[in-house]
T-cell receptor, first 112, second 114 residues
Framework: QQQVKQSPQSLIVQKGGIPIINCAYE??????FPWYQQFPGKGPALLIA?????SEKKEGRFTISFNKSAKQFSLHIMDSQPGDSATYFC???????????FGEGTQLTVNP | DTEVTQTPKHLVMGMTNKKSLKCEQH?????MYWYKQKAKKPPELMFV???????INESVPSRFSPECPNSSLLNLHLHALQPEDSALYLC?????????????FGNGTRLTVT
């Protein structure tokens, strides 16, 4: 059972565009939602994270929007650059647990 | 460079071989993890060690045997693997658990079973 659904599977934008990646979750016990960025040949790295009591969080060009009632959250990348080309995974965590539930991933390509 | 170091970077082994993957972190983290990642898929949790003791085994086949010799080291012993076990094996560590302890991943070992 997929507990975190992520879309789209792949996304191509031009430099300067604003790619948006969406995730939806089912389990209301999740209370922490990180995003990971993974470049080819590298391990995932934490990009930004949010708690459900916050509707938006910005770190540099990356913004998470969170809709608790809809059980949805999304990642926006402002002024996207070719260096942002990577696979992005949303994830969810319950309390003080150690089991991250990942979405299926989105492969982002930013063309010059 | 990542603070979680994995060796080797690449490994090719036959189905009758025995090999080990190694992971090291010097951040003083108390939890260490093994994940398996197939191409174009998210990481899948295999094992979690907490204070050098195995705390989670996600029903992983016994041909994968984890070991945590000390708080900085994590091994994954491989024996009689199948071709479908070919994947990127990621080690991760965290200070503790929950939202204040994000995972730090290594760059993985790319395993090919022939």
């Amino acid at each position: 059972q997929q507990q975190v659904k992520q879309s789209p599977q792949s996304l191509i934008v031009q430099k300067g565009g604003i790619p948006i990646i969406n995730c939806a979750y089912e389990n209301t016990a999740f209370d922490y939602f990180p995003w990971y960025q993974q470049f080819p040949g590298k391990g995932p790295a934490l990009l930004i994270a949010i708690r459900p009591d916050v509707s938006e969080k910005k770190e540099g060009r990356f913004t998470i929007s969170f809709n608790k009632s809809a059980k949805q959250f999304s990642l926006h990348i402002m002024d996207s650059q070719p260096g942002d080309s990577a696979t992005y995974f949303c994830a969810a965590l319950k309390g003080s647990g150690s089991r991250l539930t990942f979405g299926e991933g989105t492969q982002l390509t930013v063309n010059p | 460079d990542t603070e979680v170091t994995q060796t080797p970077k690449h490994l090719v082994m036959g189905m009758t071989n025995k090999k080990s993957l190694k992971c090291e972190q010097h951040m003083g983290h108390r939890a260490m993890y093994w994940y398996k990642q197939k191409a174009k898929k998210p990481p899948e949790l295999m094992f979690v060690y907490s204070y050098e003791k195995l705390s989670i085994n996600e029903s992983v086949p016994s041909r994968f045997s984890p070991e945590c010799p000390n708080s900085s080291l994590l091994n994954l012993h491989l024996h009689a693997l199948q071709p479908e076990d070919s994947a990127l094996y990621l080690c991760a560590s965290s200070q503790g658990w929950g939202e204040n302890s994000p995972l730090h991943f290594g760059n993985g070992t790319r395993l090919t079973v022939t």
